[in-house]
Every structure is written in structure tokens, then in C-alpha cells.
């Protein structure tokens, strides 16, 4: 019997990486038998996307080689999900005595992922570099900007599309409430916001959790900046990091729900389901997009709040042991020329530009953002390399916090979410009385210190040591918020 179930631990995932080209297969799937060469591409991308990208580089490569090329997309959901199935592909695939997961190209999520897998040694070099070095040097991709890195140093990863974060609002509901527009992340904690919110799950979306890091980082970044000369600056620091996590715990508490995908915040904004969001500017914009009157104007709206996000990128890169590593190599620079560029940013119908659907994306290149390039961009005037000046990203200040950080959220927020919606309520009905506040407040268990060393530590371990850790601190924030009311429903 035991022997039984060790087979059946090592067969389960080897069956699941089989199965994972077929089950997470993009169902856009005419053209894939008569294809002569298909490429498989893990992507958390939407389908507008996928289409876009897959069809453009299908011509492109008939036109070049004379081949009919198929784009598999595997779609498994963000970007957390499909570093679990790479994952667990390369896992099973070392068990096997294989080099790679069976997967050629990851393409789309953040920066943090692709550094993680990349040090992890599941990606090759990639060919852009020595093929195409006049995109890099002076006046081309830079290696950082403003804190974030635009590619791997040892050119495993690069990013091909810029990305920032803010808030998406529904101006409809914003009249409804008598709410002015929100123009910066503090906005959100307003209480006139309550059940108002659209958030995602930070476990399951690294971008929502780059958000909230944003907001982190900013907080931070005021406090140091209005410190005095004399205070330390690991106290100011920290005071930063608990003055952030109240505003997460205000947002948090006005959030109507927390859902698995942050694609689906704009859309229930736009729908009227939530009053505004925290989103990725190109959900944001897309949105806004498909609302557009004849007059030019939405109900759905995006900003950025002002130097309360970073510029960062979306990266690419080739899996190790692709089995198709030329063509992926080839789908990389192709994503990376003007013409793949100009698909990120053009109108429909423009030569380079997309076919179905205005992407609204900015590209990576700095030189297109000139000339007749930046006067096709629908989002050109955004000049996101300008944008990059206004914000510098302290990797050092909340870098290392980026996993706690999703779980902190998770259980501060999430698995305590009704427990805090109701001290919320009574917290405003009551006026919200000082030692009612103080104890709704009260972070001291996911301190910074805290986070950087216990909970850093513990999540490193085991699955059991994680999920201990996680009971523990949500039971600290469901006891707080239950004292919380009760002593607001006093008056106290």
C-alpha cells in the first residue's frame, strides 16, 4: 500500500503537467492542428490579449519563414497560478530526468515572479541582447528606472510592456455618494467608500499586491521625508509601515468584496458593482475603453495617484528546456520590435496596431515615444519615462516584505473580513471613538520588524509551519475588530 502511494505522488503531477497544454489550452483554438509548428505560452494575459499577439506573430512568422505557426496559450488564471503550474512542471520534470516543464514561453506578470523563477534557473538566456543590442545602451531600455528593474542582469527575463497602478472609479457612483473623484490612495479609506471597494485577493494576484506596495512605499517615503535629522530612521520607518497598513485596514474595510482575479475589479466598477478599485493601469484603461461614448467620455475612469506608483514592467522570457526554444526565442524579439510594440498602443486598424481592440499599454522602447510612433500611442501623452522621474522605488524599504506582505493583507483583511466590516460599521456610527480606534488599529503582530524576520522566516518553512502562522495572526485580527465594536458600541 505504501509503495501504491508513493507511485501515485509522483505519477499525480507528472500527469498534471501531460495534461496541463490540453486542460489550461486558450479555447481560441481554430488553426491549431493545421498549424506545421505550434509554440506553448503560459500567460495570465486576457483573450483580447492573446488574440492580438498570437495572430500578429503567426503572420509575421509565415511572412518570414514560410511556416504557419499556432500560438498554444495555457491560461490557468494570474500570475501566482501559473508560477504554480511552472512549478510543478519543472518539479516533475526533474523527478523525470528532464531539463524543462513541457512550456516554451512565460509571458506577462511581474517582475518579482520572473526574478524568483529566474534565480530558480527555469529560464534561458535570451537572444535579444546579442541580436539586438541597438535596443539597449543610450536612449534605449534601460536596465532600472526609478527603483525598478526593467530587465534581468543576466538577461534570463525582460520586461516588453510598462505597467503602474491606481485607481479605477465609476463617475456614476461617485455623484450617487457625493464623493469628488479620488486623486490619491487615502481617498479610499474614506468612509463614504464603505462597501464601496473592489479589491482582489493579494494570495492570488501579485499585481493587487504590487499595489498595495505602492501605497506602502509611498507612506514610507512621506515619513522619511518629514522626519527630523535627529530621529532614527529605522523608527521612522517603521512608523511609516503601520501609518500604511491603518489606510490598508480602512481600504480593506470599505472593500465590498476581495475576488481571485484583478481583471474583475474594473469591470465590476464599470458595471456599477463597486464604486472604484485598486487596478493595473492597462485593466483600467481597457475598460474605460469598451465605455466610450460618442463624445468621447466614460463612466469608468482611471488615474494614477501622484507619485503614489512606480513605472514597472510586464517581462517575457524563455522557459528552460523550451521545446520549441527557437521560435520562442523569435515570439520574444517579435514582442519586442516596433511592430509588436505598436500593438500594445495604437488604435485598431493602425499600421502597426492591433486589429480587434485599442490594448492600452504603453511600451518599453523609449524611442518610439517621438515622432510618428508616439503620435499613433492612444496613451502617449502619458510619457511614462516622465512619470518614472516623479517616484523611486526603495527596493531596500519593502523589496524583501513582498511575500509578507500578501499574507499580512490576507489576514488582516480577507479572513477576518466580516469581523472587520462590522467594527467598521460601528466605528461609524459611533464617530469613531478613541479606544475603539486604537484597538481596530492595533498592527503590532505584523510589526515591520516583524515582518522582515518571524513572518519572513516562518512562511519559508513548511506548508504547516504557514498555514500555523496565518491561524494565528488572523485569530489576533478577529479578536481586535470584535473588541473594536464592542467598545465603539459603548462610546468608548
Given at each position: 500500500?505504501?509503495?501504491?502511494?508513493?507511485?501515485?505522488?509522483?505519477?499525480?503531477?507528472?500527469?498534471?503537467?501531460?495534461?496541463?497544454?490540453?486542460?489550461?489550452?486558450?479555447?481560441?483554438?481554430?488553426?491549431?492542428?493545421?498549424?506545421?509548428?505550434?509554440?506553448?505560452?503560459?500567460?495570465?494575459?486576457?483573450?483580447?490579449?492573446?488574440?492580438?499577439?498570437g495572430e500578429a506573430f503567426a503572420e509575421y512568422w509565415e511572412k518570414k519563414t514560410g511556416q504557419s505557426v499556432y500560438v498554444n496559450y495555457l491560461v490557468p488564471g494570474g500570475t501566482s497560478e501559473c508560477v504554480r503550474v511552472i512549478s510543478n512542471g519543472f518539479e516533475a520534470?526533474?523527478?523525470?530526468?528532464?531539463?524543462?516543464?513541457?512550456?516554451?514561453?512565460?509571458?506577462?506578470?511581474?517582475?518579482?515572479?520572473?526574478?524568483?523563477?529566474?534565480?530558480?534557473?527555469?529560464?534561458?538566456?535570451?537572444?535579444?541582447?546579442?541580436?539586438?543590442?541597438?535596443?539597449?545602451?543610450?536612449?534605449?531600455?534601460?536596465?532600472?528606472?526609478?527603483?525598478?528593474?526593467?530587465?534581468?542582469?543576466?538577461?534570463?527575463?525582460?520586461?516588453?510592456?510598462?505597467?503602474?497602478?491606481?485607481?479605477?472609479?465609476?463617475?456614476?457612483?461617485?455623484?450617487?455618494?457625493?464623493?469628488?473623484?479620488?486623486?490619491?490612495?487615502?481617498?479610499?479609506?474614506?468612509?463614504?467608500?464603505?462597501?464601496?471597494?473592489?479589491?482582489?485577493?493579494?494570495?492570488?494576484?501579485?499585481?493587487?499586491?504590487?499595489?498595495?506596495?505602492?501605497?506602502?512605499?509611498?507612506?514610507?517615503?512621506?515619513?522619511?521625508?518629514?522626519?527630523?535629522?535627529?530621529?532614527?530612521?529605522?523608527?521612522?520607518?517603521?512608523?511609516?509601515?503601520?501609518?500604511?497598513?491603518?489606510?490598508?485596514?480602512?481600504?480593506?474595510?470599505?472593500?465590498?468584496?476581495?475576488?481571485?482575479?484583478?481583471?474583475?475589479?474594473?469591470?465590476?466598477?464599470?458595471?456599477?458593482?463597486?464604486?472604484?478599485?485598486?487596478?493595473?493601469?492597462?485593466?483600467?484603461?481597457?475598460?474605460?475603453?469598451?465605455?466610450?461614448?460618442?463624445?468621447?467620455?466614460?463612466?469608468?475612469?482611471?488615474?494614477?495617484?501622484?507619485?503614489?506608483?512606480?513605472?514597472?514592467?510586464?517581462?517575457?522570457?524563455?522557459?528552460?528546456?523550451?521545446?520549441?526554444?527557437?521560435?520562442?526565442?523569435?515570439?520574444?524579439?517579435?514582442?519586442?520590435?516596433?511592430?509588436?510594440?505598436?500593438?500594445?498602443?495604437?488604435?485598431?486598424?493602425?499600421?502597426?496596431?492591433?486589429?480587434?481592440?485599442?490594448?492600452?499599454?504603453?511600451?518599453?522602447?523609449?524611442?518610439?515615444?517621438?515622432?510618428?510612433?508616439?503620435?499613433?500611442?492612444?496613451?502617449?501623452?502619458?510619457?511614462?519615462?516622465?512619470?518614472?522621474?516623479?517616484?523611486?522605488?526603495?527596493?531596500?524599504?519593502?523589496?524583501?516584505?513582498?511575500?509578507?506582505?500578501?499574507?499580512?493583507?490576507?489576514?488582516?483583511?480577507?479572513?477576518?473580513?466580516?469581523?472587520?466590516?462590522?467594527?467598521?460599521?460601528?466605528?461609524?456610527?459611533?464617530?469613531?471613538?478613541?479606544?475603539?480606534?486604537?484597538?481596530?488599529?492595533?498592527?503590532?503582530?505584523?510589526?515591520?520588524?516583524?515582518?522582515?524576520?518571524?513572518?519572513?522566516?516562518?512562511l519559508k518553512k513548511s506548508k504547516v509551519d504557514s498555514v500555523k502562522l496565518m491561524n494565528e495572526l488572523g485569530s489576533f485580527f478577529r479578536a481586535n475588530y470584535r473588541e473594536a465594536r464592542r467598545l465603539a458600541e459603548e462610546g468608548r
Open positions: 500500500m505504501k509503495t501504491w502511494k508513493k507511485i501515485a505522488l509522483i505519477l499525480a503531477p507528472l500527469a498534471g503537467v501531460v495534461a496541463a497544454p490540453l486542460v489550461l489550452r486558450d479555447n481560441e483554438s481554430e488553426g491549431a492542428d493545421e498549424a506545421e509548428l505550434r509554440l506553448d505560452v503560459i500567460t495570465p494575459h486576457t483573450e483580447t490579449l492573446r488574440r492580438e499577439f520534470a526533474e523527478e523525470r530526468g528532464e531539463p524543462g516543464c513541457g512550456i516554451d514561453v512565460f509571458f506577462g506578470g511581474g517582475a518579482f515572479d520572473f526574478a524568483r523563477q529566474a534565480k530558480l534557473g527555469r529560464f534561458q538566456k535570451l537572444r535579444i541582447f546579442e541580436n539586438h543590442p541597438e535596443l539597449f545602451g543610450a536612449g534605449g531600455i534601460p536596465a532600472t528606472l526609478g527603483g525598478e528593474t526593467f530587465y534581468d542582469p543576466e538577461h534570463e527575463w525582460i520586461g516588453c510592456v510598462l505597467s503602474s497602478f491606481g485607481i479605477c472609479y465609476n463617475t456614476d457612483l461617485l455623484e450617487d455618494r457625493g464623493l469628488s473623484p479620488p486623486v490619491s490612495w487615502d481617498d479610499l479609506g474614506d468612509p463614504g467608500y464603505v462597501r464601496g471597494i473592489a479589491l482582489a485577493d493579494t494570495t492570488k494576484s501579485s499585481s493587487v499586491t504590487k499595489s498595495f506596495e505602492m501605497l506602502v512605499q509611498q507612506k514610507i517615503q512621506q515619513e522619511l521625508a518629514g522626519a527630523d535629522a535627529e530621529e532614527d530612521r529605522a523608527v521612522v520607518i517603521a512608523r511609516g509601515w503601520e501609518t500604511s497598513l491603518n489606510l490598508i485596514q480602512r481600504i480593506g474595510a470599505n472593500a465590498r468584496y476581495f475576488t481571485d482575479s484583478s481583471a474583475k475589479i474594473p469591470r465590476d466598477v464599470a458595471q456599477g458593482n463597486a464604486v472604484a478599485g485598486m487596478c493595473i493601469d492597462f485593466y483600467g484603461r481597457t475598460t474605460s475603453e469598451t465605455l466610450k461614448k460618442a463624445d468621447g467620455s466614460s463612466r469608468l475612469q482611471y488615474i494614477m495617484p501622484p507619485g503614489g506608483s512606480s513605472i514597472s514592467v510586464d517581462p517575457v522570457a524563455v522557459l528552460a528546456g523550451a521545446p520549441h526554444a527557437d521560435l520562442a526565442q523569435a515570439f520574444v524579439e517579435f514582442i519586442l520590435s516596433e511592430e509588436g510594440q505598436m500593438l500594445w498602443t495604437a488604435a485598431p486598424g493602425s499600421t502597426p496596431g492591433p486589429r480587434y481592440r485599442a490594448l492600452r499599454r504603453l511600451p518599453i522602447r523609449p524611442d518610439l515615444y517621438q515622432g510618428e510612433t508616439l503620435a499613433a500611442m492612444i496613451d502617449g501623452a502619458a510619457m511614462p519615462f516622465e512619470q518614472a522621474k516623479k517616484f523611486s522605488y526603495d527596493r531596500k524599504l519593502t523589496g524583501h516584505l513582498f511575500s509578507p506582505l500578501k499574507v499580512i493583507i490576507r489576514v488582516m483583511c480577507i479572513d477576518s473580513h466580516d469581523e472587520m466590516k462590522e467594527a467598521w460599521d460601528a466605528l461609524i456610527e459611533a464617530g469613531f471613538p478613541e479606544e475603539a480606534q486604537a484597538r481596530f488599529f492595533d498592527v503590532s503582530a505584523v510589526s515591520y520588524d516583524k515582518a522582515g524576520r518571524q513572518i519572513k522566516s516562518t
